[in-house]
Structures are given as C-alpha cells and as structure tokens.
RNA sequence: AGUCCGAUGGUGUAAAGGUAGCACAACUGAUUUUGGUUCAGUUAGCCCAGGUUCGAAUCCUGGUCGGACUACCA
C-alpha cells in the first residue's frame, strides 16, 4: 500500500503538459553563476531540477551563467561541479551561456533588423533618470530613433571595440512608459573591455542576463524553466524575446526560495561573513553552503531528503533549523559507527578492579545496523567519564553517579559510586567506585537493575584529539529580519574548541570525512584538518536530549 | 502610488466543491545496557467580509496583511 504523494504545483503543470502532449519529454536545467559556492538554498533548486527531470524520465543540463566576466571564476565552476556530484545528482550536458556569445550576438542583430533594438549613447546616469520609476512613465532615449543601418554599424563597432565600457549599450525598443520597468527598453548588451573565464579577449561585449538566459533555455530547448520568485518580473520580457526571435519556447516557472532559520542565504551575506573574518572561509562548517555542511558532517542523504521533505511552493517561507537537524540524525542514526569519547573528562577509579589487568570488551557498532559488526574496547581499573555525569547532590531523576548511586558502563560492569574529591577551587578531581564483576555486559548475573547507562574510555588506552563544537551562526532565528546590520546577531558561540577529548583508540584511525556517532554526544566526523598525530572531530549535530529539557523546567 | 505574486496549527507542506491530513517542533506515556532509537498518544490551523451552492480551504466579488520590482548584477 503506498499511497500516492501529492503533486506540486509544478508536477501539476508537467504531467498536464505531458498529457496534453505539447512535449514528448521534458527538459530542465540548474543554472548557476560561477561567482560564488553552492548552499542549502541551491540544493533545493538542483534536488527540483534533477527529480522532476528524473521523475518524468526527461534531461536536465547543467549550466553555467558565466555572462559576467568580472565576478566569475574557474574555480567557482569546479567547486560547484564538485557539489553537484556529492550531493548525488548528474547532469545529461553541460553547457556555458558564455558558448553561445556568437549566438546571442546573432539574435541581437536581428532585433536589430526588425526594429526592435538601438544602440544608446546615453550614460548609465541618464538611462536611470529617463527610466522613470514605480509611478511615472520613462521617457524616450534620443538614440531610440536611430536607422536599422546605423545600429547596425554602431553595434559591429561595439564589438570590435571601437568604443570604452560604458560608452554605448545595446537596448530592446519596447515601451518606455511600460508599467513593469523591466520593459522598459532594457539593456541587452553592455561594454566590458575585460578577461572572461572562459571566452578570453574574444568579446568586449556582453549580454545581460535578460538577453542570455531565455536564449540558452531556448538554445538547448529546455521545457520547464525554473527560476526563484524574484525572476517572475522578467518573464513577460524572457517571453518577448522567444517572440520576436522565434526560437523555441521555453517557459519560465517561478517557486519560492528556501530560507533557514539563525541562518542568512543571500551570497552577497556569505560572502561578507567569508570577506570579513567571521568564518574562516566559504567551508567553514557553520556555513549553510554545501561544503561547509559537508565539512560539517552532514550526508548528502540528509540534504536530499531536506529537501524533499521541505517541498516547493511559492509563498515566503523560512524552514525551521530543526528539521534539518531531524534530517541529518534520522539519516546518521542508520549508518554512524558509535563510539565512545569523554568531552569534558573527570578521572573514575575502580577500587576493587586489578590494577595490571585490561579486558577486551565487545561493543556492536551500531545498534540499528547488525551488519555493522562489532568492536573490541579496552577496559581498565581507571577510566576517563563525562564530568556531568557526576554530582555531587543530585536531584532525584539523576540517572547518573552520586555517592551511593550506581549507573551501568556502557558493554562493560556497573559500579557503584563509593567516594569523590575536590581541589581547592571546588572543582571534582576524581571519583572512587567499586564494581560488581558478576555484571558484565553479554553475562551479568548479578540482578541488579540500573536505570542509567554512562560511556567511558579507559585512561591507559585513551587518545586525545581535538573537538570543534558548533552551534547555530546567529542569535535571532531572522537575522536578516533584524534592525541594522545582520552581523549583530552573530552567535559569538558558534564554535567552541574542546582541545583534550580522550577517544577509543579504535577512533584515531579514523580517516577524514568519516562520521561517527559519539555516544550520548552527539554525531561527529573527522574535519580536513585533522591528522594521524592529531585527530579532530567537528560535531555535526546533537543527539536528542531529553534530560537537559528536563534540566530547563 | 503602478505592476505582479502570495496567504492552511509554532514551522514547512497537502486536500482540484463533500471527514482539514502529513512531517518537524512542543507535550504525555511505554520500551531501551545511548536520558539516543523505536512505539503509542496529546495540544494546535483554513487572513477577513460578502456571494454562488444541499455543501466552500477550494469557485466569484471586495477588503486586509505580507512580499517582489526603479543595477551597464544574476
């Protein structure tokens, strides 16, 4: 019995286009500009693209809108690449508007031809100022009138360089007094003397994104263009210039962009958080891009079905940080190694255990996953616990240590707690424990019941390594929302360091990317700066936890 | 002010004229050698007003509220 999930709005529109037979198959594209990384939002966009292109058995084209040399890099291409494949997704072409520069210069001088495109003398202060605005008309541009010939000389000129940037653009002659301004004779061509990533010293002309992005949709007859809202003012002008060049009809379809809660989204954000130092860099594993989230731990599993869970549609949203949270722990629950690693350690000793003897305990790997296997852990008289796992009064639901108390040590003895002691600031050194060798773990004999079970690692066998522990990047669930400058809201514990976490030593062969599930700390995988001499684990995320809401009542 | 888009529990998303559902979050409880997982349950929603209809979240009209648009960016 599976029941039939309901369609989206743009599933509706495919499966009636399909239907009515106005496409054999359809064919959609991820469109990035290489001026930037890839995050959250994107995966959302490229998880639509592809599944819809998947789901109805159609194409989907990766590419690249490189019509702006001077924010676009190479190496923003391959990254991007490199994000797309990890996250799971291939793409049938890969294309570059920048390849269809020849094209394009051919589709403007047509309009030319026809008409409907004239060179403008007029710098980029006049043209704003005949624009008009929301309430009034624009006004007609001097050069509006200029002879088919003489444009045509003019535009030539433009592309043999004959002119500076910014001397002359090339304009679509529509309606100046048009009430969507985007219409009203936007500029399709502009000067650039500058160095494209790709097209070298070719050009010194390039189009706009209104003159290019439509066309290459075209160019490689992609049916269903899919664009966030902000672009639903351009379609009237994406489907003028399909008329009057007609070129294949693509149609453009607009849904609602994804945002995140204690997050911001916007490149131009990011890029000032990368610019200015508050991150260390675009993969700074606070950071909602995919490398940073990779970085961070985060399966591509999770982020696509993130993304699926969360849906389209076209109303405003902001996506509870919490279900992707959800996401990553239901995914990593199935697939994490467990291990056991002391955060914030205090010394336990065993009183009644031989000092000179170390017994091999079995511990499963993962509890959801019998094929995972089993690991042998070292057990010894002194052993490494979580300090909050001890206090000294502790209150009646402290299923923990406490003098008298006893807890279960995970696939290993219980004990019970006999003594403690202090320094001279107050703080627990060690804690005295005697244990009830008919318990262990597989072969406990002993009938005594414990309600709580603690992790350990044993002080003789232990290894240090360094945890990076990561919270939300602001305070504010909006902080774009926020009064002034959204940097305000920063979290200023977003990242604490941990530099003495004892692990299994089973934990420092660990290679880097690898994830784990830290016993009742959470998920963590080893960072790219970690080494052999010197692990480090960043934490992807919490575990559940029920006793600190306790804690808060 | 002009044009366009949107409005369903705290959040996200369904229901195409006929029982307002799912997921996350929150809260109870059961299970548990992870206070994890799993399981059972609870709380909570159709922007407003009219109209059409036996019947409206859905169709119509009018409001209200929110958002987008005035780069030689994409």
Redesign the pocket.
Known sequence: MSEER????LE?II?TDLKEGKYKNIHTRF?P?P?GYLHIGHASSIHLNFSLAKKYNGKCNLRF?D??P??EETEYVENIKNDIKWLGYSWDNEFFTSDYFETLYGYAQKLIDKGLAYVDD???EQ??SM?????EPGINSPFRNRSVEENRTLFEAMREGKFG?????LRAKIDMAH????MRDP?IY???HEHHHRSGDRWCI?????F??GQSDSIEHITHSICT??????RPLYNWFIEQLEIFPSHQYEF?RRNL?YTVMSKRKLLQLVNEKHVTGWDDPRMPTISGMRRRGYSAASIRNFCE????????????L??L??CV??DL?KHAI?AMAVLDPVKLVITNYPSDLSEELELEN???DESAGKRTVLFSKELWIEREDFMENPPK????LGVGLMV?L???YIVRCDDFQKDETGKVVSIQCTYIPE????S?TSGIHVK????WVSVKHAQCAEVRLYDRLFKTDNPSNEEGDFKEYLNPNSLSVLQQVWIEPELAKAKVGQYF?F??KGYFCVDIESTPERMIFNRTVT????????LK?
């Open positions: 309901s369609l989206n709005f509706e499966e469109p500009e001026n809108d019509t702006n001077s924010t007029s710098t980029a043209i704003a624009k008009g605005n929301l309430n940037d910014g001397e002359k653009v009430p969507n301004l985007l500029i502009r000067i650039k390039y189009p706009m994104y209104d290019a992005h809202l902000e672009f639903i003012h351009h609602a809660t869970t969360v849906g389209i549609a076209k109303r405003e949203n902001i996506v509870d919490s279900l949270e959800f722990r239901e629950n467990r993962n509890p959801e639901k402290f299923f923990r279960r995970k696939g290993a318990s262990r773990s597989g406990d709580g079970t603690i992790h599930q016993l009742r575990l559940k936890d029920a006793w600190a809401k306790e009542k």
